[in-house]
């Protein structure tokens, strides 16, 4: 299952983004969603997450207040809306989807069964 993130691009700080995954999957409402990033030289980090079905959402402490998770599961989409961009969310930012039949949240890259292709976010100062 490939997923398909877009949304990505250049903004100056202080701006705003929206980035969308597409999963398709027979149903999303099954799947844990995750956001990673990932800058040169730096390890891949969970900055958000939602659970399979009631969408409990998780948020890095470094995003907590500007970044929101959502999803559609009619739409087989996942949504990172990001607000008050900074330089340092600079990042190539990947969407991954975990099947789950417990109501947890997923922030571990390795527990994570499929991936997207990763969209580029670059926030000028």
């Known amino acids: 299952v490939q997923l398909q993130a877009s949304g990505g691009g250049l903004v100056q700080a202080g701006g705003s983004l929206r980035l969308s995954c597409v999963a398709p999957?027979?149903?999303?409402?099954?799947?844990?969603m995750g956001w990673f990033r990932q800058a040169p030289g730096k390890e891949r980090e969970c900055v958000a997450a939602?659970?399979?079905?009631?969408?409990?959402?998780y948020y890095a402490d470094s995003v907590k207040g500007r970044f929101t998770i959502s999803r559609e599961n009619a739409k087989k989409t996942v949504y990172l809306q990001m607000n008050s961009l900074k330089p340092e969310d600079t990042a190539v930012y990947y969407c991954?989807?975990?099947?789950?039949?417990?109501?947890?949240?997923?922030?571990?890259?390795?527990?994570?069964?499929?991936w997207g292709q990763g969209t580029l976010v670059t926030v000028s100062s």
């Open positions: 991954a989807a975990d099947p789950e039949r417990r109501v947890r949240l997923v922030t571990n890259v390795a527990e994570y069964d499929y």
């Open positions: 939602i659970t399979r079905s009631v969408g409990i959402t």
């Open positions: 999957v027979r149903n999303l409402s099954n799947y844990a």
